[in-house]
């Protein structure tokens, strides 16, 4: 079909809110390649020479997130224009083009459990048994009538994957490492289960201030921006851990509407009163319960209990003080 031109298109496009099929977007760059520049949803596209990386990049590509470059040297920014919502409806919009197939990775948390709900797409929990998220999840999916896959996991899991996760982590730190390796049992769970997408939370503590530090924060709009600074490494983490299994990490909350749609909301109304993510929690009672929209959840590398492990295995190597000498070990090999 695509004979006539070099074309290759990974992840998915729309524009005004609407996906375009593969044709579509063959046309587009065939015919009127400056439309590029106002594609949105999470994409890599390549075209006679020329490459286009979604805003966020969140789909991996060898451009900057958010350009368009060709080889002739030109180069320019992809700025999506959605027509503008508030809050409830960017978050309700950007799940419904996601969810045309894949999986939800679901921690019982209210991020992932509020996409989990507006999808209504099957789901995929892990942490070793009797763990936290495992417990919230079952309870959170019984609640709320989802189908859930539980995987659980084992110190001998954690190891497996710790050997491999380090040899595409661009910083092999212990942090970075326990949270790849929940990412990479779940995406591992997903391609068994045959699926490729998975929607997932990531991005809702940077947007909308999710960690402890903003409680105590004295700059809390200089350290909610910083937090979105470093999502990059982030993604690029997860994407890297997904990719051994073929599959890759949709993210509905770092859609151009629900961005900007938080951008809006000033920072002492995200966190105030000793509550996270405040503007979120509103948002989600509407459409899960509100114990789970208004509780709170530890961090993944401790409610699955990967943390746990990843000290014991160090300890059983011989490193009895510090987890990160074992990584630093393994990133060797």
């Not at 695509?2 to 524009?15: A, D, Q, V």
Request: proline share 5%; charged share 25%; glycine share 10%.
């Amino acid at each position: 079909m695509y004979r006539e031109m070099e074309f290759s298109l990974s992840g998915w496009i729309e524009i005004g809110g609407r996906r375009l099929s593969p044709e579509e977007v063959f046309a587009i760059v065939k015919r009127e390649p400056h439309i590029v520049r106002n594609f949105g949803g999470e994409f890599l596209v390549e075209w006679d020479g020329c490459i286009a990386r979604d805003c966020y990049g969140v789909m991996p590509g060898p451009c900057p997130p958010g350009t368009v470059r060709c080889s002739d040297g030109t180069e320019a920014p992809i700025v999506p224009s959605p027509d503008p919502a508030g809050l409830d409806e960017a978050i309700v919009r950007s799940v419904e083009l996601r969810c045309s197939e894949g999986v939800c990775a679901l921690s019982g948390g209210i991020d992932s459990a509020l996409i989990a709900r507006i999808a209504d797409l099957p789901c995929i929990s892990v942490g070793f048994e009797g763990s936290h998220d495992l417990a919230q999840a079952r309870y959170a999916a019984d609640l709320m009538g989802i189908a859930c896959d539980y995987v659980v996991i084992t110190e001998g899991m954690v190891e497996t994957a710790l050997r491999e996760v380090v040899k595409v982590l661009q910083e092999p730190n212990a942090l970075h490492a326990s949270i790849a390796v929940g990412q990479f049992w779940i995406s591992s769970r997903a391609k068994e289960l045959g699926y490729r997408r998975i929607l997932s939370g990531q991005g809702a503590d940077e947007l909308f201030g999710g960690y402890a530090r903003y409680l105590a924060s004295s700059d809390l709009p200089g350290d909610l921006e910083a937090g979105l600074t470093c999502l990059s490494k982030q993604i690029e983490r997860d994407q890297s851990v997904a990719a051994f299994h073929g599959a890759y990490f949709s993210l509905p909350y770092l859609d151009t509407r629900v961005v900007r749609a938080a951008s809006e909301i000033p920072a002492f109304e995200k966190v105030t009163g000793g509550v996270r993510k405040r503007p979120l929690r509103l948002v989600a009672e509407r459409y899960i319960p509100a114990e789970i929209a208004w509780k709170e959840k530890k961090a993944m590398q401790y409610g699955t209990g990967i943390w746990k492990a990843m000290r014991a295995i160090a300890r059983h190597n011989g490193y009895k003080r510090s987890v990160q000498p074992y990584i630093d070990q393994l990133a060797e090999r």
